[in-house]
């Protein structure tokens, strides 16, 4: 039966008996339907003397087309400890449009380890994303305005920060002339397309945690330079309330079910290759306040997910993880072994590919919090191959749990529940960051190089270097470091898997996104707005009008 059908079939609980779980009124929240509701930031400022639940990290290592089924195993893993009587909620990021209709298909989870309801989530939800997508088009229409009427401060048309965004992958829009057309087509200028959820707004409305912070972060992005090489800010540009108004409700986090009934948050959207790849603060600590657990599924591998969960996110927040969950299939080890076949058992290739797990293990404790492997089982794993992975945690001294949540849901998380709950019970995470904000620039892009991705190396391109020049001169270099990179590999060529020794990473350029606050580093060739594959999703969905039933959703 395929994760579809499987929706299709549950009954799902009225929201309102999701919310009494974890201490929610009708009053506490705003129903959106019989199935969603946003829970009011009311919630927080009402809860918050009490102590934060426990917070569990879901990362995994270096994704491939193996698939690793994180999102399944962060699900799975909340339904588990529901099965336990232990309260708790899952925390999520909302899906965006591109990759549901692209390579990847949706982010709901799978199986019986799934939240719901899964076309509304996959499908629009409540909007939050058009309401950034709406925002960020906003600064930007006003922006070319600003420039057609020549107003002060008179913008540099050659060094624009901004693009416009659509939630949508569409490879002729990256490199795009704008304003043609005459007298009153606008300036000319060259500028391009972003995915909604690589932009500054989206980082934003994953970082609000208040209406006043979000208007506040909104006010200081920075747009553009001026003819004079001053930084503009949207604020200067007189927009910044309109764009608050039109994302009022979006920050409010998202509550829906998973597949078991237990409560889980769907709520912010940043790619965690482009952007910071993580669910919202709003939502991560509304439900440390309400629940004793928390599972929280920050993007791809540790490598990048989980070290700017570390180092933004939980900067940003003032919160820290109490134990990392690190999802691993054996499929994907394979590939990292470097198999061309991945369904088949290959011994051999789960040995050399290991090391990828090894790697990201290490980039885990470099934190200071303890991990745990979970070992994602699928159809035609090998016992040896599965066997050979346990004993290799072991002597390692990793706490190891084989997962069958797919397939199971709870009940095939419940070995992974219980070694999660023996490591909160016995060893104290000590929690630190990489890197000291106060350190240059350059020296923060060479610690996450070196010590998450193993580089020998940091290469500065010319433009790299100028852009870092113009931040000193911005007075912003002691912000967070946000590295654009390929998820596929611990280097910037996503052909290299594995555990890659004796590279470097070359950083093409830097930008200040001033608002979320933190600074971008592209590394290598990387795109902001992807683009469809030969075989996109699109090509399966359809809607049966006679039922109204949505087919081919994954």
């Avoid at 009053?27 to 917070?55: Q, T």
């Avoid at 994303?129 to 906003?138: E, I, K, W």
Wanted: proline residues 5%; glycine residues 10%; charged residues 30%.
């Amino acid at each position: 039966m395929s994760s579809l059908e499987i929706a299709k079939k549950a009954k799902l609980k009225p929201i309102v008996e999701i919310a009494r779980k974890i201490g929610l009124t009708e009053d506490d929240i705003e129903l959106y339907g019989k199935y969603k509701a946003k829970v009011k930031l009311e919630v927080y400022e009402k809860n918050r003397d009490k102590p934060d639940g426990k917070l569990i990290v879901v990362t995994a290592v270096t994704p491939t087309k193996a698939g690793e089924g994180k999102t399944t195993v962060a699900i799975g893993l909340g339904e588990a400890l529901g099965r336990l009587n232990l309260k708790n909620i899952v925390v999520l990021r909302q899906p965006s449009l591109g990759p549901v209709f692209g390579i990847k298909g949706g982010a709901t989870g799978g199986g019986y380890a799934q939240v719901l309801p899964m076309e509304d989530i996959n499908i629009h939800f409540t909007g939050d994303l058009h309401a950034v997508t709406v925002a960020h088009d906003l600064l930007n229409a006003v922006l070319d305005n600003h420039i057609y009427r020549g107003y002060e401060p008179k913008i540099d048309i050659h060094n624009i920060y901004i693009k416009r965004v659509l939630d949508m992958e569409d490879r002729p829009l990256r490199h795009i002339v704008i304003g043609l057309g005459g007298r009153t087509g606008g300036i000319p200028r060259e500028t391009g397309f972003e995915i909604t959820t690589a932009c500054e707004t989206a980082a934003i409305h994953a970082l609000a945690t208040s209406l006043k912070d979000l208007k506040e972060r909104l006010g200081n992005i920075t747009v553009a330079l001026s003819t004079d090489r001053k930084p503009v800010k949207a604020k200067d540009l007189k927009c910044v309330g309109a764009m608050t108004v039109v994302m009022k409700d979006s920050i409010k986090p998202n509550l829906v079910q998973t597949l078991e009934g237990t409560p889980a948050f769907v709520h912010g959207g940043p790619f965690a290759n482009v952007g910071h790849g993580c669910p919202s603060l709003m939502a991560i600590k509304i439900a440390l306040k309400l629940a004793d657990y928390v599972v929280v599924e920050p993007g791809f591998g540790a490598d990048l997910g989980f070290e700017k969960f570390c180092d933004i996110a939980c900067r940003a927040g003032n919160i820290k993880p109490d134990v990392a969950v690190i999802v691993a299939s054996i499929k994907a080890l394979r590939s990292h072994g470097g198999a061309k076949e991945h369904d088949n058992p290959n011994l051999e290739a789960v040995k050399k590919g290991i090391e990828n797990l090894e790697k990201q293990i290490e980039n885990v404790e470099k934190f200071g919090v303890p991990a745990v492997v979970a070992i994602n089982k699928f159809q035609n794993d090998a016992d040896e191959e599965i066997k050979f992975v346990k004993e290799w945690c072991e002597k390692k001294g990793v706490p190891v749990a084989v997962v069958e949540v797919f397939q199971k849901g709870g009940e095939g998380g419940i070995e992974l529940a219980r070694k999660v709950l023996e490591v909160l019970e016995t060893k104290k995470a000590d929690f630190k960051f990489l890197y000291d904000l106060k350190l240059p620039v350059e020296e923060k892009i060479k610690i996450i190089a070196k010590e998450m991705y193993g580089a020998d190396d940091v290469i500065f391109t010319d433009e790299a270097k100028r852009d870092i020049r113009r931040i000193k001169r911005m007075k912003v270099a002691d912000l967070p470091i946000n590295m654009a990179k390929t998820p596929l590999s611990l280097t910037d060529d996503p052909k290299k898997v594995g555990r890659p020794r004796g590279f470097k990473i070359t950083i093409t350029n830097v930008k200040p996104f001033t608002g979320a606050g933190f600074l971008v580093a592209y590394c290598g060739e990387i795109n902001t707005l992807p683009a469809l594959p030969s075989k996109p999703a699109v090509w399966n969905i359809d809607l049966d009008v006679e039922t109204g039933e949505v087919i081919g959703l994954r």
